[in-house]
């Protein structure tokens, strides 16, 4: 019966095979058709564009301006108009961007020699002075940036004209790797200046290879190709982003021929998109990792840490991955996904064994168990009455308290551990590659997000957040990896694969982050 009833969860909401979807009586299948033709035909010549690139994504960007958001909607818009010092290339190595190569010249200072002769969109020099006035004003609090990687950069020294020395308050082993994306974008800083923030925010000028051309908030941001990029122009002669919450406008859109590549898609909207003539799914190991964060601070069943066992017992995760995701995520044994630096194959995943379950359950003093809440997005909501569902079996009622995604980012974020109740659903993007990313806000005692107090744990933290040896950082994950499989602070669950849904006109690989770089792409007409 349990099996069935996740299959039931998967299948809600799945759409009739019609070619089209009607919501509400509406013909989503003609919604925008005369403004959003194919890219190849009259509409894209109109623009000064033959081949336009149509991409949709789950939402807007929250702000044009690169150091004023932190979410990977926004960046994945963002990085088509800016360049980063470092990148990651689709074999999942770091790379160079603008800055050519770097080096640890002392245990505080990483040296970036930068890339000769790059301008910004309008003309300005991107030099050693763009890059210092970038991170600065990225760590200058009256920017109010959510951007947390560079915590440890605490100035730049212009060297020369295309040589930065970053100086960090400890040795900061993977700050190359923090460079790549968030923390990395450059700004001009001439133009700022004279535009002011908020007409920057309206009108973006970075480096990359896309220029801004106008944005609609909730329809459209447009973007033509930069024929003066230092890597070449690109293929595509124009980028369109489009939003496309659920996947009855994904439908709509590629098959109106509005939109050419959604991304974004949870296993859920991709079982509704498959089987239509016309759209084809792909997807790639991906590198963003769910979890259950267990809130053992606060007087309750979760501080033992049998009861914490006994959840990640309970919870078949390959069950769940088959019947709610489709089959498209794999396994996680202890937070850090594979792919990622400080993964440990050796740590292996708890076996899943209600009577295991119930027998730690009644050890801890809880023969029939006991109630709690499990707190999700609404977005995860599949997922969450799911993972409830596997609990009730060993005896787990926990009640499931969906949110709006800004509310629940809003608890996420807040200084109130608490906020978002005993037991959560959560998830870490991890696009440092680098387990540092997914263990840095969860675990060490003192971060914002750490539900679980332990010296040991934070002393590993310390090691493989500053260690110059990457042997001795690599035994530190693995040591911290097998006491979290111990003390269970989390439920650990999986890596969700990346999903796209395409027409037949695009061709393009993400990287295992999924970030939509699109410089690379080129489409048929």
């Known amino acids: 019966m349990e099996r069935s009833h996740l299959g039931r969860m998967a299948d809600r909401g799945r759409p009739t095979r019609r070619g089209v979807l009607r919501t509400g009586g509406l013909l989503l299948g003609a919604l925008g058709a005369p403004a959003l033709l194919s890219a190849c035909g ?34 994945n818009v963002l990085i088509n108009m800016f360049d980063t010092l470092t990148t990651r290339g689709h074999d999942n190595q770091l790379h160079p961007r603008l800055a050519v190569s770097w080096t640890a010249t002392d245990a505080r200072t990483w040296r970036f020699a930068l890339r000769p002769g790059v301008t910004f969109h309008n003309g300005e020099a991107c030099d050693a002075r763009a890059v210092a006035f970038s991170i600065e004003r990225l760590l200058d609090p009256a920017t109010k940036s959510p951007i947390v990687e560079l915590r440890y950069v605490k100035g730049v020294t212009v060297v020369d004209r295309l040589t930065v020395d970053v100086h960090t308050t400890v ?28 007409a920057f925010a309206e009108h973006p000028v970075g480096t990359g290879p896309f220029t801004f051309v106008n944005w609609q908030r909730d329809h459209e941001l447009r973007m033509r190709a930069y024929s003066g990029h230092w890597n070449g122009r690109p293929s595509v002669d124009g980028l369109v982003f489009s939003p496309a919450p659920n996947a009855s406008s994904s439908l709509a859109a590629l098959q109106s021929g509005g939109v050419d590549l959604v991304a974004g898609l949870t296993p859920d909207a991709a079982q509704q998109l498959d089987g239509y003539s016309g759209v084809t799914l792909d997807g790639y190991t991906g590198i963003r990792t769910s979890y259950l964060s267990l809130n053992t601070l606060e007087r309750g069943p979760l501080q033992d840490r049998r009861v914490r066992q006994a959840l990640n017992h309970a919870i078949d995760v390959p069950l769940l991955i088959k019947a709610v995701l489709g089959g498209k995520a794999t396994e996680t044994p202890a937070l850090v996904p594979r792919g990622a630096f400080g993964f440990d ?9 209600l009577e295991t379950a119930r027998t730690l359950l009644a050890e801890a003093g809880h023969p029939h168990g006991f109630a709690t809440t499990l707190t999700a997005s609404n977005v995860d909501s ?36 608490g906020a978002l109740g005993p037991i959560y659903l959560a998830a ?97 007409c």
Not at 387 to 406: E, F, I
């Open 171 to 198: 040795h900061d082993p993977i700050l190359p790797a923090k460079l790549s994306l968030f923390g990395g974008v450059v700004l001009p800083p001439r133009h700022l200046a004279e535009a002011g923030d908020a």
């Open 345 to 353: 194959p050796t740590v292996k995943p708890f076996t899943r064994s």
């Open 382 to 417: 599949n997922v969450a009455e799911a993972l409830s569902g596997l609990l009730a079996r060993a005896g787990v009622r926990a009640r499931v308290n969906l949110l709006d995604p800004g509310t629940y980012a809003a608890r996420l974020t807040s200084d109130n551990r």
């Open 42 to 75: 009259t509409n894209a010549a109109a623009d000064g564009a033959g081949n336009v690139l149509r991409v949709s994504q789950p939402g807007d960007p929250k702000t044009l301006d690169p150091q004023k958001q932190g979410d990977m909607v926004s960046m």
């Open 428 to 524: 870490s993007t991890v696009w440092t590659m680098d387990g540092q990313s997914i263990v840095q806000s969860n675990v060490r005692s003192d971060r914002r997000q750490s539900r679980w107090h332990s010296k040991e744990a934070d002393r590993l933290i310390d090691i493989e957040e500053l260690s110059e040896s990457p042997e001795k950082r690599k035994r530190a994950f693995s040591d911290l990896q097998r006491l979290m499989r111990r003390e269970a602070p989390f439920v650990f669950l999986y890596q969700l694969d990346n999903i796209f849904a395409r027409n037949d006109r695009p061709r393009w690989t993400p990287g295992s982050a999924g970030v939509l770089a699109m410089e690379s792409a080129e489409v048929s």
